[in-house]
């Protein structure tokens, strides 16, 4: 371990500071409908939560949080929630993602595209978040194992 990754005072901020960011990630998804922001940009503050978690905690404790298995599924429903909502626009007569046209509200189409376009986010916010840190499992360096740490300190000194 590096002495960042060894400092009690940033574990302890990372640990505190990581909800927080999620949170404002999930606000982020939830008001890109109507301001700045959305699933883009909330998957990728999500995803840099957990990558910062890893950085300071170690891989083996990333995993815990987001294993492999997690990621292809978090990645595979979110693609599934944003093409199924096209599909459901396409089944009721009109083109891919034209919210209007599902009958949920017929009264209140305006209303029906407000919700759909924020499934859409979160399908969107999903992805970003999963495919985004499968790829920084995969470009980084695996960590050293302990017998390997104590044989390079060994041979140090």
Do not use: N, W
């Not at 008001?31 to 939560?49: R, T």
């Amino acid at each position: 371990m590096s002495g960042i990754q060894e400092s009690v005072i940033i574990r302890t901020v990372v640990r505190i500071m990581v909800p927080f960011i999620q949170i404002f990630a999930l606000y982020v998804i939830m008001h890109g409908s109507s301001g700045p922001g959305g699933g883009f940009q909330g998957g990728v503050i999500f995803g840099a939560s957990i990558i910062l978690y890893t950085m300071i905690y170690g891989h083996k404790e990333g995993k815990k949080r987001m294993s492999d298995k997690l990621s292809r599924i978090l990645s595979s429903s979110g693609v599934a929630i944003f093409a199924f909502t096209g599909i459901l626009c396409l089944v009721f007569g009109g083109m891919f993602l034209q919210y209007g046209v599902v009958p949920l509200l017929p009264d209140d189409p305006a209303q029906v595209s407000r919700l759909l376009i924020d499934v859409v986010e979160i399908g969107i916010g999903i992805t970003v978040l999963a495919v985004m840190i499968s790829l920084f499992f995969d470009v980084s360096p695996p960590e050293p194992e302990e017998e390997e740490l104590a044989a390079s300190e060994e041979a140090g000194q």
